[in-house]
């Protein structure tokens, strides 16, 4: 199978100029693991892509955000960054183990509510989502109860 490298500034250099470098119909992909991470610059591509929304009102485009560090390093910094200013979802490189792929979903998660279906493994997220919350048209209320939902749904 061949492996797609990708020039994370290139990439982003090429959303700007509205060229997708790395996507498909349904998704696009944001690589800041081979070039300085940076909060800023997740932003602008976000608010670029918020400009492109179907007749639904939801963007046309899914914003998966690869982060720099790998399983086995501290990425849970990273992992609210970039969920709190709005993107859908994160790529964490280099997962080896099972413990890193539990370290990595408990990062994603808030912690559940009381009547949660699925309390494990259990959230360690703090609250601050309101970049996302403007970006994706939600209230808190319904912005906690989204992500719960589809961590419920992927049974983590």
């Known amino acids: 199978m061949r492996r797609a490298r990708v020039d994370s500034i290139k990439s982003l250099k090429l959303w700007r100029d509205g060229r997708a470098a790395v996507a498909n119909q349904e998704w696009r992909f944001v690589d800041m693991?081979?070039?300085?991470?940076?909060?800023?610059?997740?932003?602008?591509?976000?608010?670029?892509?918020?400009?492109?929304?179907?007749?639904?009102?939801?963007?046309?485009?899914?914003?998966?955000?690869?982060?720099?560090?790998?399983?086995?390093?501290?990425f849970k910094w990273?992992?609210?960054?970039?969920?709190?200013?709005?993107?859908?979802?994160?790529?964490?490189?280099?997962?080896?183990?099972?413990?890193?792929a539990v370290r990595f979903?408990?990062?994603?998660?808030?912690?559940?509510?009381?009547?949660?279906a699925y309390p494990e493994p259990r959230g360690e997220r703090g609250w601050?989502?309101?970049?996302?919350?403007?970006?994706?048209?939600m209230g808190a209320n319904e912005y906690y109860r989204t992500c719960g939902r589809l961590a419920a749904q992927s049974r983590g």
């Not at 990273?78 to 890193?100: C, M, N, R, S, W």
């Not at 979903?105 to 949660?116: G, I, T």
């Not at 601050?128 to 048209?137: K, N, Q, S, V, Y």
Request: charged content about 30%; glycine content about 12%.
């Open 33 to 74: 693991e081979h070039s300085p991470f940076s909060g800023q610059l997740v932003q602008e591509v976000l608010a670029e892509m918020d400009q492109d929304r179907g007749s639904d009102g939801r963007m046309r485009l899914t914003p998966l955000v690869r982060i720099p560090q790998d399983g086995d390093e501290d």
């Open 78 to 100: 990273a992992v609210k960054q970039v969920l709190d200013i709005g993107g859908f979802g994160v790529i964490l490189p280099h997962v080896d183990t099972k413990e890193e």
């Open 105 to 116: 979903v408990e990062a994603m998660r808030y912690p559940p509510l009381d009547d949660s």
């Open 128 to 137: 601050g989502p309101g970049g996302a919350m403007r970006l994706w048209d």
